[in-house]
């Protein structure tokens, strides 16, 4: 149990372009999910905090104008990278704390940007 | 603030024992995590605490003082496959944020 699946795994696009990126629970509902990005060799750094039928919540830096997230459902949080540029090329993780009980977090397995 | 500090590397053999220890200062406390991280893949969960004291689950076992801002990891008879990045990440809200450390990236050799 306790699936995170996001799609894509992998995207390579043009500088200027808008990319979304998908993150789903699979087994469970999740009432928040969170988005964090990894430059190689680093660790993990929350981006943001996403609650389902409310505006996400950005840390420090980070520009919610060019990160927009929509959490929609309590299975399903998106983020979309506007206009990408290549220094947002990163390994983007999603990952969602089931509504009931438990306090882990599971981990989509994450999605790789390239952008050109 | 946020502050969490761990060992950037660590070596053992098969069969070994290895401890990583982490230390952590945040601004609320709602449990710590412990996270492996193969190269070029998500994290998977391995431990939680929330009270003082030692949990063992299988080959890995993880400990907490809260009143000292310390956990650490403790991984039994290696094998070649723990080889990986394990990541130590305090809980700070009731919202589950997590914050992580660097990463101790831990090598296993035959």
């Known amino acids: 149990g306790a699936v995170v699946s996001q799609h894509p795994s992998w995207v390579i696009c043009k500088s200027g372009t808008s990319v979304k990126i998908e993150c789903r629970s699979l087994?469970?509902?999740?009432?928040?999910m969170f988005w964090y990005r990894q430059f190689p060799k680093q660790s993990l750094m929350l981006m943001a905090t996403?609650?389902?039928?409310?505006?996400?919540?950005?840390e420090q830096g980070v520009e919610k104008d060019k990160f927009l997230i929509n959490h929609a459902s309590l299975t399903l949080s998106t983020l979309t990278v506007t206009s990408a540029h290549p220094e947002d090329s990163s390994f983007y993780i999603c990952?969602?704390?089931?509504?009931?009980?438990?306090?882990?977090?599971?981990f989509g397995p994450g999605t790789r940007l390239l952008v050109l | 603030g946020q502050n969490i500090d761990q060992p950037t590397e660590m070596t053992a053999t098969e069969g070994a024992i290895v401890q990583i220890n982490c230390t952590y200062q945040?601004?609320?406390?709602?449990?710590l995590f412990w996270y492996q991280q193969h190269a070029g893949e998500a994290p998977t969960f391995l431990s939680y605490?929330?009270?003082?004291g030692l949990e063992e689950k299988g080959r890995f076992s993880s400990f907490l003082s809260r009143s000292k801002g310390y956990s650490y990891l403790l991984l039994k008879e290696l094998q070649m496959k723990d080889s990986a990045s394990y990541l130590c990440?305090?809980?700070?809200?009731?919202?589950?944020?997590?914050?992580f450390g660097a990463g101790t990236q831990v090598v296993v050799t035959p």
């Open positions: 087994d469970f509902q999740a009432t928040t």
């Open positions: 996403s609650n389902e039928g409310s505006k996400a919540t950005y």
């Open positions: 990440a305090p809980s700070s809200d009731s919202w589950g944020k997590l914050q």
């Open positions: 990952s969602a704390r089931p509504s009931e009980g438990r306090e882990t977090q599971y």
């Open positions: 605490n929330v009270l003082d």
């Open positions: 945040t601004s609320g406390f709602n449990g």
